[in-house]
């Protein structure tokens, strides 16, 4: 059901093209080794004598870390028709999601279009889940942290720029459409509006899930209801009515609660 999407990093290119050069020019002719006099013994070569390789190590993902998104291939992103709470393969025109300039970038130009981010090589049971962002378009825009993401649903954590917040149960049947259930709604006077940065944290801990903006608590509670236990953890950008909506995700934090 996931639509497995990479990413695109604009420093990829950049980087293929150096390791090109690098692997084309100059390490692979070496002289060969002197042939030793008759008068003397065979030079013995250790293992210390070997030079190092100048290939850079493979990436490895972390399950507990902050991706401030330099280098990171671990994320992948799906697409929900907000018209229809529909999931969708389509690569829409009015998206464009990116990396550069150490921050994800999600770009709408399409009305209803609501974009998952998850990363993709850990699930969790326990999480706490930290964001910091900036709105650089319109004052009609959701930024939402996701907890326990499965391909059957998952616990969103959703702030509104005009200052309001839903802590939801997001639900998938068969035909890829989502369901949301609520399980709490509120406002506060801790986000701040219109085109500035906002730090979000969700905690899921059990049956607890809690919400944080800018550093205080807006609203603890426990679910008995929807009980989802573990699945990956992830971000998310929508879109209403207005255009354009462009935020800046200058990093996740992933932690233990």
């Not at 030079?51 to 991706?67: K, L, R």
């Not at 464009?96 to 998952?116: A, G, Q, R």
């Not at 679910?223 to 909506?245: E, Q, R």
């Amino acid at each position: 059901m996931k639509s497995l999407r990479p990413l695109y990093f604009v420093a990829s290119f950049v980087l293929i093209v150096g390791l090109a050069c690098s692997l084309g020019g100059g390490g692979g002719n070496a002289e060969p080794p002197t042939q030793p006099q008759p008068t003397q013994p065979p030079v013995q070569v250790q293992p210390t004598d070997v030079p190092p390789s100048t290939e850079p190590p493979a990436s490895q993902a972390e399950q507990y870390f902050t991706d401030e998104f330099d280098n990171n291939d671990n994320w992948s992103y799906f697409l929900i028709d907000g018209t229809k709470s529909q999931i969708t393969e389509e690569d829409l025109p009015g998206l464009d999601i990116f990396t550069e300039d150490s921050h994800l970038t999600v770009d709408l130009n399409e009305k209803n279009l609501w974009v998952y981010a998850t990363y993709d090589p850990f699930e969790y049971e326990d999480v706490r889940v930290d964001t910091r962002v900036t709105n650089r378009g319109v004052n009609n825009n959701n930024v939402s942290l996701i907890c326990r993401y499965t391909e059957d649903g998952w616990y969103e954590f959703n702030i509104a720029n005009n200052g309001l917040y839903w802590i939801l149960a997001a639900s998938v049947d068969g035909s890829k459409k989502v369901s949301y259930g609520t399980v709490y709604n509120g406002g506060s006077n801790d986000i701040k509006a219109g085109k500035e940065t906002n730090e979000y944290t969700a905690i899921c801990k059990g049956r607890t899930l809690s919400l944080f903006i800018n550093g205080n608590e807006a609203r603890t509670i426990t679910d008995n209801k929807y009980a989802i236990t573990s699945g990956n953890v992830g971000v998310s950008v929508s879109s209403f009515d207005t255009l354009p909506v462009t935020v800046d995700i200058d990093w996740v934090k992933i932690s233990e609660p």
